[in-house]
């Protein structure tokens, strides 16, 4: 038990799950749980798509940063420091997804 924090996170089958799948599974669950607080789907978004993005999944990256950037125009009580770092970050996954003129845009 007391190492039991160190060992990586296993599936109901015991099989080690990647940070990939770690994810995957906290993005559907965090979902609906946002709906009951709006002002923190904008900086949940970027902070799970800047991880994606980090691993170099950046399709999925993408979607996540999409929906920030959709959120934190929505909503002007996000700081500008917040701000820049969300369209910064989808202009980077957009850059990289070779959509030059989208990652312009940001």
């Given amino acids: 038990e007391l190492l039991a924090p160190l060992l990586p996170p296993v599936d109901a089958g ?13 993005a559907r669950k965090v979902g609906p749980m946002l709906e009951a607080h709006p002002e923190l789907r904008g900086p949940l978004a970027t902070l799970m798509g800047s991880a994606y993005f980090n691993m170099g999944a950046v399709a999925r990256s993408r979607d996540l940063l999409d929906q920030a950037v959709a959120s934190i125009r929505a909503d002007p009580s996000i700081e500008p420091l917040a701000r820049a770092a969300t369209l910064e970050r989808a202009a980077s996954a957009a850059y990289r997804s070779g959509e030059l003129e989208v990652a312009h845009a940001y």
């Fill in 14 to 26: 015991g099989v080690a799950l990647s940070t990939e799948a770690l994810l995957d599974s906290a």
